[in-house]
């Protein structure tokens, strides 16, 4: 029997798919030309592995069913949209408004005022923080992690948490189906359930054609939040696992930063772990979740809790970051595990440090993702000629996620500088305005600068040209990342 035929009907329809991904990548119009040209060479020089890739990656997409429950989810919650923000914000100076007007829209919420924060003195120190507030919670406990491991830390947290469902507290628990999948196939996931904590596998991995109901699956819920009685809640870059974190040893410590919050801001992250909860659990919280009775209480700073993920408006986070830089008269300061920023993060820096802001980007000298880590220095050449101070930082992985503006505005959540968080993971942060509160965070990172080392123009024309090339030849493709 001759297959020449279907050997050629063979490569006509492979032909006509690889051509129709082609054109698809060309007219995904939210897409920059960076990204467009991106996949455009990769389909070009691999056409049957950037097929594939770009239908699994190519795009954030996310199921109909789950972009419909978002919003119905989304119409059924009151965010308090409209309300006296303009007050909260006169005690802001007028820089910084733009900033905290783009993270409105972001989380369709106002600023509020009257807010209190103290920051944790490590991951050990958070975790115990936590734990006493869950031996005092009297009504609820909402957690969401993206990694939750079963070591010392994490199983304090779960005793935690079964001996405040059996006295009656209601424990709405969120993990990652990837980052705590370990906690979740574990011994310990049915325990909590069996002392009453509900439970929630967010974004789960799907089998099969099963996957189309689902998300792209390399897209996460990276959020970091912690809600005890809509009263206090934790915000930063910790996951639920000690600092040694033993799945990665070898970067250890893992040097992060959480922050306990009491005031309006609370009832704002608790509104951002309700949206998610409704969508994937399924239990309907809009009757439970209730505004605090004074939404804009006196004293204490102004915030904003605010959310981003695959659904948001496009660069949504990196024009938080932006708002903020823009904003900056004097210094900024900057620590984040995984720097891959895109065009317009990339040029508020540069042009913080030309207009004579005091820039200084602190940078893990060990990366636990050697590919970010490369394309994170191919960017240092044109940010120290900028005139931006970059260090590396040598006691672990340092995985703070901070941002400090002048001394007085302050952002810290879970969001990275990378590709992943300004574009596709679910994420959460808090952008705050207090000269005590932001000197603490501040305080926090010369904490990092002591232990790091500054990269100098030497050190960088002392690269060998392999290097250059691999971490050139890498940032061609960061857009995708």
């Known amino acids: 029997m001759d297959t020449a035929p279907a050997h050629l009907i063979s490569i006509v329809i492979l032909a006509i798919v690889h051509l129709a991904v082609i054109v698809r990548s060309l007219l995904v119009e939210s897409r920059n030309s960076y990204s467009r040209a991106a996949w455009l060479l990769i389909l070009l020089l691999l056409p049957m592995v950037g097929v594939l890739a770009y239908i699994l990656f190519g795009e954030p997409w996310v199921a109909l069913q789950f972009q419909r429950r978002a919003r119905k989810v989304s119409r059924e919650l009151d965010r308090h949209e409209g309300t006296a923000a303009a007050a909260v914000l006169q005690s802001v100076p007028n820089r910084f408004h733009a900033a905290f007007r783009i993270c409105e829209r972001i989380g369709r919420c106002p600023a509020v005022g009257g807010n209190s924060a103290t920051l944790a003195a490590d991951s050990n120190a958070a975790i115990d923080s936590m734990v006493r507030d869950f031996d005092d919670a009297r009504e609820t406990i909402h957690i969401s992690f993206y990694i939750w491991l079963t070591d010392h830390n994490g199983l304090k947290v779960v005793e935690a948490l079964k001996r405040a469902a059996l006295r009656g507290v209601t424990c709405r628990i969120m993990a990652d189906a990837i980052g705590s999948r370990g906690l979740i196939r574990s011994k310990y996931w049915q325990a909590m359930r069996d002392a009453g904590v509900r439970l929630c596998v967010s974004l789960k991995m799907r089998r099969g054609f099963a996957f189309l109901e689902g998300s792209r699956i390399d897209l996460r819920n990276h959020r970091k939040i912690v809600v005890v009685d809509d009263w206090i809640t934790y915000c930063g870059s910790q996951n639920c696992a000690d600092p040694e974190f033993r799945i990665k040893p070898k970067f250890a410590p893992w040097v992060d930063i959480m922050m306990r919050f009491e005031g309006p801001v609370v009832h704002q992250n608790q509104l951002l772990f309700a949206d998610a909860w409704m969508v994937e659990a399924g239990e309907n919280l809009s009757g439970v979740i209730a505004p605090p009775a004074e939404l804009h209480a006196v004293g204490g700073f102004p915030a904003i809790a605010f959310g981003t993920g695959p659904m948001s408006a496009k660069g949504a986070m ?8 823009y904003g900056a008269e004097r210094e900024a300061i900057i620590s984040t595990p995984y720097f891959v920023p895109d065009l317009p993060l990339m040029e508020a820096l540069i042009s913080c440090a030309r207009r ?65 968080s300004l574009e596709l993971n679910f994420e959460n942060n808090i952008l705050l305005y207090s000269r005590n509160t932001a000197a603490t965070i501040r305080d926090r990172q010369h904490t990092y600068l002591g232990h790091a080392r500054e990269v100098s123009r030497s050190d960088m024309r002392k690269r060998p040209m392999r290097r250059i090339l691999w971490q050139n030849l890498l940032t061609i493709f960061a857009p995708i990342f």
């Open 318 to 325: 990196s024009d938080a970051f932006v708002g903020i830089l």
């Open 356 to 420: 004579g802001v005091d820039t200084t980007l602190i940078l893990p000298a060990r990366n636990d993702s050697v590919a970010v880590g490369a394309m994170s220095r191919a960017t240092y050449a044109e940010l120290a000629e900028a005139g931006v101070k970059i260090f590396e930082f040598l006691g672990g992985l340092l995985h703070a996620k901070t941002l400090v503006v002048d001394g007085e505005a302050a952002l810290i959540g879970s969001a990275n500088m990378d590709r992943r």
